[in-house]
């Protein structure tokens, strides 16, 4: 075995029993996996949605793990967890993907650091692309537009801040996303109103929009019923990878 062989199997033994946080947007990303993921072997979190949330709660976890003197110990994986929106036919609702690597809308590109090769050969994954978007893409015709310039199979809010703190600061980081809408599916206009910044839903605004805009139960109760699906695709794929 040559020496960079041997270091990629000692990074992905390491990387098994290192510590690892957990990132969410969404208060219910969160309750997932809480309920369903062994908290004595991760550290999980909610940000809030959005590329500024993200950065904010991360500045602030920084400084808090400094004061801890925390600082001093290996860097932590960043792994952000959740749902995201389907750019390519072939990531269908309710299943799940880790990220080979996340663009921005301005042209940015980073590469993600987890999982290893090793953890995606033990699991025999394909690795996506994500973007991430400043705004959600509600519509066929934006997602079409978003897949032709950025080449991405996912779109969500954070990973694109989540990759831009994590390479700044030198903290190893990935991504999993399980698949809420699919490509061709329209989500209600005014779906990121539903959600406050602590990553909580706004009940009030989205009975009030559902009573204003009947069509949008529909798409609403499905896309409840496929992201629960897609969060339990995701956890089960950070358990195969975190286990391979």
Request: hydrophobic residues 35%; proline residues 5%.
């Amino acid at each position: 075995m040559n020496t960079t062989t041997n270091d990629q199997a000692h990074h992905a033994q390491a990387c098994s029993a290192e510590k690892i946080i957990l990132l969410c947007a969404l208060q219910f990303e969160y309750q997932w996996l809480k309920k369903n993921t062994d908290c004595s072997r991760f550290e999980i979190h909610c940000t809030g949605p959005g590329a500024s949330q993200v950065s904010r709660f991360l500045d602030n976890w920084y400084v808090d793990r400094a004061n801890t003197h925390e600082a001093d110990e290996d860097h932590p994986t960043l792994i952000m967890v959740g749902v995201a929106g389907a750019l390519h036919q072939q990531c269908e609702p309710g299943s799940a993907w880790a990220a080979s690597h996340v663009v921005s809308e301005d042209g940015r590109s980073w590469s993600s650091l987890w999982p290893t090769p090793n953890q995606q050969g033990a699991v025999g994954m394909h690795m996506k692309r994500i973007l991430g978007h400043d705004t959600v893409l509600i519509s066929p015709t934006e997602k079409e537009a978003a897949r032709r310039t950025t080449y991405a199979d996912l779109v969500d809010m954070e990973s694109h801040a989540l990759a831009t703190w994590a390479s700044t600061n030198g903290f190893p980081w990935g991504v999993i996303r399980g698949v809420s809408d699919g490509v061709d599916e329209t989500l209600p206009t005014d779906i990121q109103s539903w959600t406050n910044p602590n990553g909580k839903p706004d009940y009030l605004k989205i009975v009030w929009d559902l009573i204003s805009h009947p069509s949008w139960i529909s798409p609403t109760r499905r896309l409840a019923r496929q992201s629960a699906m897609a969060m339990q695709a995701a956890i089960d794929l950070l358990h195969h990878l975190n286990d391979g």
